[in-house]
């Protein structure tokens, strides 16, 4: 037993764990929503910067107004999943850190003065915290359809018409339905991903 | 219990976890990287596209490489931890794309001909799977130590001359030491994050 973490975990979060592409009609909750984000909320960002935004797709019409933006592939899945989920970062994110890093309060102006700074401090660490919610909707048992197929220029207009916010990913979120999983693809080796030194 | 996931592995993962500050001096195993790999490897990127690398630097040479472009805060914990992984993305991946998505072989050249286009879905599908990754050091019962603090061009340039990775983060890795911990910080609240449509 390398791993500390339970062998039932380890299949829930990865091993057993696929990109669905159908979904049932149950509905997703606000309360798992808020039960993922209770636990991811805690994933490391640097300085806690934690850039990452969530909009919520429910209406129809909302959902309409992504559909507009997708890739022609993505468009049928995205129409039918319980829960279709906007990740974007917050451009303007170095305003919260007085409060979410409080023993530097000077970290806000001396490093995110810049918004070319916050672009690319922006982009990863929200990146980071997608990976995290990715396996926090997983912990749910939920599956989740994160797709990176869609106008990014298209949804941010769309969604974030004063342009302080940029889109990630959009990822479907819900119950398997049927034939909801490709098969599983290879992955690489440890020896093509690792190099020691 | 609105989460599937077990108590023990949310704290482990999330809850109890934390960035540590200083280690012990038990070594990382090979066996421990490996059995992360081979837990991680299963997180979704697009088209499985799989651009992270992993650069272990285990010999006091190679650390003493990377010190000379970290921040200078980052220089003496990145110094003694039993393990430092720089965590890079290959601008080459999608050579490896036919045989990771071998349903859809053309993927490589229709979408990925074209460099710029790489850089920006290596490092957005690096970025997920570095999130993986350190929650992956953690399902190990080990602490990660994840910084940006550094001369990210010095650090391409040291340890990879030939210009075809660039590096997102370096992470130390092992058994916190003695005051390994900050205090936690505060999260956002849901509603700061979530906007609902």
Redesign the interface.
Known sequence: M?????P???D????E?R?ANTFTDEPVT???????????????T?F?Q?P????????PE?RERLLAHMAEGNVPKTRKAPLTAVLSYDLDFHE?LP?????APHIKDAFFAEESTRES?G??NA??????F??GV????LA?G????FDHDGVDKE?FGDGRQRV??VANIGKPGPDAF??R????S?D??????
């Open positions: 390398t791993l500390a973490l339970d039932a975990a380890q829930l979060l990865f091993r764990a990109t606000e309360e798992q929503v808020q039960a993922i984000y209770d636990l991811v909320k805690y994933g490391p640097a806690n934690s990452l935004r969530l909009t919520l797709l429910r209406s909302s919260r409060e979410l890093f409080p023993h401090a982009a990863l990146a980071l915290q997608a990976g995290y990715i396996l997983r912990s749910a048992g989740v994160p797709m990176t197929g969604f990630l990913l490709a098969p693809s290879p992955r690489l440890y093509d991903v690792v190099t020691a030194l």
